[in-house]
């Protein structure tokens, strides 16, 4: 009999999403995956989700990430609704033998709270485990809901009553990383790229500010905010400032943008993306958090692409220093790493990309994960009261 797992996605952007979606873009990596090794797969989504699975179920027929601009009093029955209806699912059916979980907080709550008889769930965690102390501090999940990391260094600063959950972590993936070990080189240009969301932990003032310094062409890919194109938020006027995002490029990274020597792209997406960061010199991360997972740090090693970042979060897990990229604890020393990194060769990079960042890796992995929360669960509920 296959094991069929109900994967929670969340109420907030259809899967695969259309444009900038991060726990939707790893579900729509792993369940092609999944589907392969023979799970059956509900996926729990909006509408309007088009990923080929066993089994749609949806409380909203679209996307609502665009409600979350609004007031919390507005918005906080979204995710409730949306995990209602996951909890309507596992009462009526009985052929969910697993949950996975992606929902930020309401879903690991939810699923803790229905208690002893309901399937067991393992919640991935994708986001910095120093939010949420309330719950983190205090989850009980028994037996039954266990959790899981994007990296060993996330689950570090996790507080202990959600570590005693754990059952480890599972490095992010990427398509691109099938056969990167195969494709032929890229020509390199001479530029650096910064791919991401524009935001004070992704650094991109300091990335802007080095380049300058030191004099690199310097490419800053990803949206600030909700704007994915310059002429956007040029348009946008004074209110656009009540975004943090916007308030930071605008004060703290736009004054080194000069358009030659820096350039803000706006989001770059498909094959542009790729082009773009496979034929730049080095992607740099001039990290200022603890990086969780970092899926564009594995996207531009598949590129063939030198990695240079500060060494928080996970990158020192993903990166190997000398051979994939340069790292540093010291940030003002970003813009000579970049000045050394053409002696690093690009096919290591994307040798280690196609041996260790694969779909086919994570799923892999997940799967092995789900037998590990099957068993005690099972086990569990075997036991008389
Ligand atoms: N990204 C993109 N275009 C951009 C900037 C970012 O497609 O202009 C993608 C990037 O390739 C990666 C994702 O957005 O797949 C960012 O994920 P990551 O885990 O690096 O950062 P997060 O935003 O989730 O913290």
Redesign the pocket.
Known sequence: MSLTVLLNAGPWLSVPPPG?G?IE?VVATLVPELRRLGVRVVLASVGTSELPVDELVSVFPDGQFAALQRPYNQVCGIAQAHLAGVVRQLHTRDDIDLVHDHVEAVGLATLTAMGPDAPPVLHTLHWDLAKHPALYGTLDGGDRVRVNGVSAAQLARAPQALRDHSVGHVH?ATPLAVGADRRPRREKGDHVVV???INPGKGQDLGARLARQAGFPLVL???VGPYHRPEALAAAGDDARQNPDVRFFLDEVAPYVDGELVRWV????GQD?DDLVAGARATLFPLRWE?P?????V?SLALGTPVVATARGCLPELVEHGRTGLLTADEEELGDLVAAVGRLDPDECRREAAARFTPAVMAERYLALYDRVRQPAAAARLQPA
């Open positions: 900038y991060g873009n992010l791919l991401g969301r890919a990803g949206p706006g989001t770059v997406a993306r990086e997972g970092g899926t564009a740090v996207e």
